[in-house]
């Protein structure tokens, strides 16, 4: 008969909530989550990290997936960040000492864009008016008078040339090479023949007078060129100050407007110094736009009509004209183009052309002054992204690099923008490992993310939690545009996220799988057209999650069921036992029987763990066998040597196996085998074991009683099955229903134990022993049989000694030999 001792009853086997307790009709009765839900903790980094500004002070979000992380510190940054200021807009324009380093400016918020409109109108304007104003009969008449003073100047002068050269017997002739000077004589130009003809005396009287006319005449040509020169200089102040007069009111009108931004001011004069010193650009037919292109051609870029204009422009990095408070952005994929911004190009005709107005913003450009959430693992992964990122944070400005440049893939030069500076709170989501590992491995880490925010995956079974907890069943549900759930439909969600934690005093936030669990049973209780989700589409989008999920599970059970995998579920076997393994399928988890046998003999080997020998094992479980080596030792040779050879093996174990869960199981068929005593094939056994044989809690409990329960059913009840769990398990029971009712009907049993003793007693049926006053076991139980065995062990070995020593050398090494041979 079984024992009943630490049997458990159906009610400490599951958390059942009552769907009138919650006091609700339907999630849509609540008011919708505000903040964090049962995150503490992480809710206090977060507020101490957010409200320190020093340097360094950046946050690590720390938690497993499927915590809701991301969402979470959304929320809890758009919070915080609504009660702070908007930050300046940001614009790059260009630098006209160096068009390779465009200058940033920084501006109120909204004033981007009305810079970027004023000074696009302010060209529109200039090239609008300037034409007309050149145009006009005034600026004219003042060209003329100005270009016929230096006619008239000009005309005096080479007449004055030409009386010189009459007086001394030239006459001078314009030509494409200058001016010829050539000989008169008789009122007739001679030519080169009759000059040559001449006395010699005469042609050097005349060469004579020539030099000195020349002479004569490049000071002339000089006095001309000074006049044009001053002509020229006279023309050119004549357009600045017909120019001035049309952009001059418009520039200080902006200067005015813009006087809390003084780099604008500044900005503002380089551009009217550089208009003024490029007035051909806006002279009637100064620039022709491109003719059309015919049919079948490539249309030219559509800035080229306004190229030359394009150094006018504002480029806008950043607006914040409709920011309610600092920034909140997330980048889900960090690469360093989409961190820093990038430096695009255009090519036109083969020929690739940038300027300050292809540069592009990223994600710190946008979330300056505010807050950047990153998923760390993708800025760890991108190129360039994290070493990037440190040096923007240590550095506080962002650099915009090409990292076609930094890699040697462009030849060409590119552009330097000058720096933005930085203001911004960084926040990290990641897990816990990754943490760490950072924390270890890279230096620049805890100097910049000095605070870390660990989010909980699980939270404590209160009031005021279950209240969280249902009003983000109403959050969800509203903002998913699901149907709410009834009281009975929110109880079994309830139940599950205890199943989830694990714990009947814990709910499971991992509210990602949660989600998708409403989800799934929305699209039940829409196929039967029911407008509300209840109890039943919450446990049939279990049921089919599972029957989705539990191919290779039915498989296993359909082997074991057949006798391909043996597991015996009913009857006794000496030195055998079944333990409880967890096979994860992805996010699917079920518990698997398998066999544990245990075979004893006389030896010194100690015991041998075949799992570990073939390299199946590891290191824990390799772990718990060599415990049970301490708990024999420990229980059995205080007054004798333990000489044991002992194999334990896991029958039919084709994969890995870790874990010390089923050390405890080894340890009973170990003993069984040792004491002679059979063990109960329809009990399996989980727990691991310390050397004082106390039974410790393990993982997967569920998993694992649900998992030969389903065999058990499979192969028939009988009614006298079970398995026995640690005692220090029992908060964390959250069993299917099936199992509860059929342990509450009897066909199915559970025992909490807390030593080996108490689980010997009920696989054995044969009470386990405590050592008397004498130091002995009471006859017949468990221990003393284990002990005369050993006992046994011992005196064999001891014989074998003896009589080995009393054998001829000889003879030793004649066997010696013939065994090496």
Known sequence: MLSTNHELTAAQLRRTVDPQALGIQTTADLTPLAGLIGQPRAAAALRFGLGLDGLGFHIYVAGPPGLGKMTAVQTFLQDTAARKESPPDWCYVNNFDDPYQPKALQLPAGQGRQLQADLKQLIEHIRREIPKAFDSEEYGAKRD????????????????????????????QMTPMGIAIVPVLGGRPLSEAEFQALPASAREDLQRRRETLEDEIKAAMKQVRDLERATQEQLQALDRQVALHVIGGLIEDLTEKYRTAPEVGNHLKAVQQDLLANLELFKPGAFVPPAPVPAGLPLPLPWGQDLPFRKYQVNVLVDNSHQAGAPVVIELNPSYHNLFGRIEKETQFGTLYTDFTLIKAGALHRANGGYLVLPAEDVLRHLFSWESLKLALRSRDIQIEDLGERLGFVAAKSLRPEPIPLDIKVVLVGQPLLYYLLHGYDEAFPELFKVKADFDTRMAWNEQNLRSFLAFLCTFCQQERLAHLDSGGAAKVVEHALRLAEDQDKLSTHFRVLGDLIREAHYWARQEGASLIGAAHVRRALDERVYRANLIQERVQEMIARGTLLVDTAGEALGQINGLSVI??????????????ASVAPGREGIIDIEREVRLGGPLHSKGVLILSGYLAQRYAQDKPLTLAARLVFEQSYEGVEGDSASSAELYALLSALSGVPIKQGIAVTGSVNQHGEVQAIGGVNQKIEGFFDVCTVKRLTGEQGVIIPHSNLPHLMLREDVVEAVSAGRFHLWAVTTIDEGLEILTGVPAGARAADGQFPEGSVNAQVERRLQEFAQCLKEFATTSATEPHGATAGSDQRAHH
């Open 145 to 172: 008078e100005i270009t016929k003073t230096l006619n008239r100047q000009r005309a005096e002068i080479f007449e004055r040339l030409g009386e010189r050269a009459t007086q001394n017997g030239f006459v001078l």
């Open 584 to 597: 994860s399928l992805g996010e699917y988890l079920f518990g698997k029987p398998s066999r544990i046998t």
